[in-house]
T-cell receptor, first 108, second 114 residues
């Protein structure tokens, strides 16, 4: 079992839909990151959170430390949101553990 | 993230050759991480370095792989005598201070071993 599990693995949505991607983890956590990887490979860090909720534009990330669960929400999805979204958990050591990613396709 | 520069973007090597991957962290960042992404798999930690020191290399194969982050110049991930199984995307990330602070990623180097 991976230290970080994401669901769903693949997601197709119509433009404008509300999207939720889930992340569950089993390791001790210092911070959780949501990353976005576009075709061509570049990775962008969207959020880093250790508690509560953060919002950036149409993106919202939440974390529940007790339940070891985080969600990434995209409101009013757009085709340019199409990417792979990766959950990464940093522990109190030096390591990050990564989920295998959720591939999102938003159809116009 | 243009701030973390990796080169080359694509590297083709034949089995048995050496591969050298370079990573220049963002200005002011002294923590560098290397990750490997195999096809259909998630990113896997390889090694964590600070200037002139390897802090954690627990994710790096003990043979053929080495990494350095010299006082001057980029961090180098070196793979000797490459095999087909080394074909992957190698990403470098850097952070300013503590290890688990916000990471900034490079665009990766896609290594193909023929």
């Amino acid at each position: 079992k991976n230290e970080v599990e994401q669901s769903p693995q693949n997601l197709t949505a119509q433009e404008g839909e509300f999207i939720t991607i889930n992340c569950s983890y089993s390791v001790g956590i210092s911070a959780l990151h949501w990353l976005q990887q576009h075709p061509g490979g570049g990775i962008v860090s969207l959020f880093m959170l250790s508690s509560g909720k953060k919002k950036h534009g149409r993106l919202i990330a939440t974390i529940n430390i007790q339940e070891k669960h985080s969600s990434l929400h995209i409101t009013a999805s757009h085709p340019r949101d199409s990417a792979v979204y990766i959950c990464a958990v940093g522990n109190t050591g030096n390591q990050f553990y990564f989920g295998t990613g959720t591939s999102l396709t938003v159809i116009p | 993230n243009a701030g973390v520069m990796q080169n080359p973007r694509h590297l083709v090597r034949r089995r048995g050759q050496e591969a050298r991957l370079r990573c220049s962290p963002m200005k002011g960042h002294s923590h560098v991480y290397w990750y490997r992404q195999l096809p259909e798999e998630g990113l896997k930690f390889m090694v964590y370095l600070q200037k002139e020191n390897i802090i954690d290399e627990s994710g790096m194969p003990k043979e053929r792989f080495s990494a350095e982050f010299p006082k001057e110049g980029p961090s180098i991930l070196r793979i000797q005598q490459v095999v087909r199984g080394d074909s992957a995307a190698y990403f470098c990330a850097s952070s300013y201070a503590v290890p688990y602070e916000k990471l900034f990623f490079g665009s990766g180097t896609q290594l193909s071993v023929l």
